[in-house]
């Protein structure tokens, strides 16, 4: 018996295989050349060489590949990934941002910053924290979005230049902040005289829901006191905001 050297209906190597004093089919008793990253291809008269990249996995024009075929690597080949879109970045960036104040959050015993951003509307001054540090950290970043749509700046670069997050809110703004949350939202209670009484803006609301749909003016009224009353609320706390932090809009 003889050693033959098989190969596949497509003519490509397969193999040893005995002969039993007979050459099998698709074999054939010339020797074929192994070689690393080639497979020998039985051309009907000789082995030739094939390149072999089964398996490779890169891109081709930018779309994700694995080759499944023998043969040259495929026109527009790539073992790199595709640059980056700046629609891409730009997500990419908000998504560190999040990621980052979730991490600050949950420093700081809050399930996530949404969490301690509803607090705003109660009495806690680490909320108030919170507040100014999200607000900080936005305010930032808008401007460093457009950068990174505009290919001006890498998504790490515009990362460094995030404010810190920490907990630098004087003892004196914490006050003024919890003050301003007092006046305006503090939710329904009792005077010194026991007559009813709650935050400027949740007593208009109150008076938004109890009022009759029907009553146009008065609704219409109510909705421009609101609209007038939340401008107001806004305008004291970008002031509290400038008086602490005049230069970088946060923490």
Known sequence: MSIAYQYNSSGYYVGEIEDYGLLPNNATYMVPVIRYGFIPHWTGATWEQVENHVGESGWVNGIPFTIKDYGPYPDGWSTEPPAPTPAEN???FNQEINSRL???A???DWDTIEIAL???GAFSGDAKIAQSVYDATWTAAIPLTAQIEAGTITVEDALALLPPMSWTVTPTELSERDD???K???PWGSDANGNPEAGILIMIDTARTNADPNDTVLVNGLQAQYDAALEEMQAELDAIQKKYHPTDGGV
């Open 184 to 186: 305006w939202y503090r």
């Open 102 to 104: 979730l991490s600050f």
């Open 180 to 182: 301003h949350t007092y």
């Open 90 to 92: 730009v997500s990419r």
């Open 106 to 108: 949950q420093e700081h």
């Open 118 to 120: 509803v607090q705003t």
